[in-house]
């Protein structure tokens, strides 16, 4: 099994700035992409950025520019840091592991965007 761990989530200003992480343990051995999606009350799980075991990324085009993610391959860590954040990213965000061909996924950890 494996298992991931989100952590940074909260509420913030419009403008404003977070950092989540992700720690993954258990079965790992053949990570292929790590990164991070989203969900919003309402609305269906999208992809927010991954990054994979070769460092290239993927982002959303909503967040391009403002989320980077990052990766610690040997450390099995994942992280994004959010940028100038807009009420609309507001969503549970869920840290995501492939390894060969499956999907694990996060609890997940609020993020709030409010004045």
């Known amino acids: 099994q494996v298992q991931l761990v989100e952590s940074g989530g909260g509420l913030v200003q419009p403008g404003g700035s977070l950092r989540l992480s992700c720690v993954a343990s258990g079965s790992i051995f053949s990570i292929n992409d790590m990164g991070w999606y989203r969900q919003a009350p309402g609305k269906g799980r999208e992809l927010v950025a991954v990054m994979s075991n070769r460092g290239s990324s993927r982002y959303a085009d909503s967040v391009k520019g403002r989320f980077t993610v990052s990766r610690e391959i040997g450390m099995n860590t994942a992280g994004l840091r959010m940028n100038s954040l807009k009420p609309e990213d507001a969503a549970v965000y869920y840290c995501?592991?492939?390894?060969?061909?499956?999907?694990?996924w996060g609890q997940g950890t609020q993020v709030t965007v409010s004045s």
């Open positions: 995501d592991l492939n390894q060969l061909g499956r999907n694990y």
